[in-house]
């Protein structure tokens, strides 16, 4: 076996797998000693570690496992099978198995992909916040670009999450962070809110970009929900993921919140120290990388433009090789401790923004989001494939929940 397939099986089996020229011992050490440190400051700590959710799967009929010309329940649209196979998100046993995963993983929180009043993501909101609240965990919510002008409905598109979510349920579940100074209020964050107003075209000129909002309009839509809600929280903080920081700060954001994995752990030193230049916060996530699905018949409208892995495992990638499969899953668990240590770094340090104002919020990217290949949640181990499932060249590795268990071991409390 060569050193590089040992390497893959090693963090497969549990094993941390580091970076290039790192200390093994060095980078879990560091991280807990910045676990300590923000403990001391922050006493709901565990709820600052907020998992991206998407309760959007379905079955009778196929709800997103038959994306892109896939056809469920063998062949998914996604490169890993998981461990539950093709679920319903309306399912309460398949949400209760979700949330005690995400509570035995040290996370406490997670962030629900919201696509509109009335969608099937608001229909089972209710669901995961009574099954989050018995297990200890809080919610909040991730607005997406459910319409093309839906930037003229932010305000009333916070309210109605704060109302309906929120007020009407006692606040039994909802994420409300309170900083060292004792004041509380809820974080939202939306989806490629600050977008340009068009691209260039490969035909020559420029088209439109769909959804587009003036920094104007988002800067109305933010005064507006904080003027609102002035009377009701110490604070409500907006986050865009968004790296455009003039446009961020002219439209009224607090901060911003990076979704995109293929940013590296390298680029968040820099992105902190810019968006503390113009006193933005920022929350930059945790990932495993990015191993995308891709179009069987790439068609003009879907835009596809997806690097298929990130990180990059190095020459050929053979997903039928369990090597080649180890050694991905090896660069996975590496990419988790590194972006760990470099968001703990930046937003724990004293001359940047967020320790200024007392923020701190941990994204994990993504608890289910299966299409782009960055789910914590356990996949099937590689002989738990079926006949039926094989033959689609999924990337399941021999452990398959190996990236929850490097989550769990890196945010476990000492002793």
Avoid: C
């Avoid at 300590?36 to 991206?52: K, M, Q, S």
């Amino acid at each position: 076996m060569s050193a590089q397939a040992a390497l893959g099986l090693a963090a497969a089996r549990g094993a941390r797998a580091q970076a290039p020229g790192t200390d093994a011992a060095h980078v879990p050490r560091r991280i807990r000693e910045l676990l300590l440190a923000l403990g001391t400051r922050f006493a709901d700590l565990r709820h600052r570690f907020v998992f991206e959710y998407y309760p959007w799967y379905g079955r009778e009929p196929w709800r997103h496992w038959q994306q892109w010309q896939r056809r469920p329940p063998a062949d998914l649209a996604s490169n890993h099978v998981p461990r539950l196979g093709a679920y319903d998100s309306r399912d309460r046993a398949v949400v209760e198995q979700h949330a005690r995963w995400i509570a035995e993983s040290g996370a406490g929180a997670v962030n629900l992909s919201w696509w509109g009043g009335g969608s099937y993501e608001d229909r089972a909101a209710h669901l995961v916040m009574d099954v989050m609240k018995d297990h200890g965990l809080k919610v909040t919510f991730h607005l997406e670009p459910y319409r093309a002008d839906r930037g003229r409905y932010l305000a009333e598109d916070v309210l109605y999450l704060l109302r309906v979510f929120g007020e009407r349920r006692r606040w039994d579940a909802f994420l409300l962070p309170r900083d060292p100074e004792g004041k509380v209020g809820p974080v939202l964050k939306g989806f490629a809110m600050i977008v340009p107003r068009s691209t260039p075209h490969r035909r020559g000129g420029h088209r439109p970009v769909t959804g587009f909002t003036s920094d104007a309009e988002w800067r109305r839509q933010t005064d507006t929900a904080r003027g609102l809600l002035r009377r009701d929280f110490d604070r409500l903080t907006l986050l865009a993921d968004s790296l455009h920081m003039p446009r961020t700060t002219a439209s009224g954001f607090d901060g911003i919140a990076i979704y995109d994995n293929r940013i590296g752990p390298d680029a968040y030193p820099g992105i902190a120290a810019e968006a503390a230049r113009r006193d933005l916060l920022f929350s930059l996530n945790v990932n495993p990388g990015f191993d995308a699905i891709t179009p069987r018949r790439l068609l003009a409208s879907d835009g596809y433009a997806f690097p298929p892995l990130v990180p990059d495992p190095g020459g050929p990638f053979d997903s039928s090789r369990p090597a080649d499969r180890e050694r991905l899953a090896a660069l996975s668990a590496a990419r988790i401790e590194a972006t760990l240590l470099a968001t703990l770094e930046a937003q724990a340090d004293p001359a940047l923004s967020n320790a200024a104002r007392g923020f701190l919020l941990v994204y994990l990217n993504s608890f289910n989001e299966w299409h782009e290949g960055h789910a914590f949640e356990p996949m099937k181990d590689a002989a738990e494939l079926t006949p039926a499932e094989r033959p689609h060249g999924y990337h399941n590795p021999e452990r398959g929940d190996y990236r929850l268990a490097a989550l769990r071991a890196l945010l476990a409390p000492p002793g």
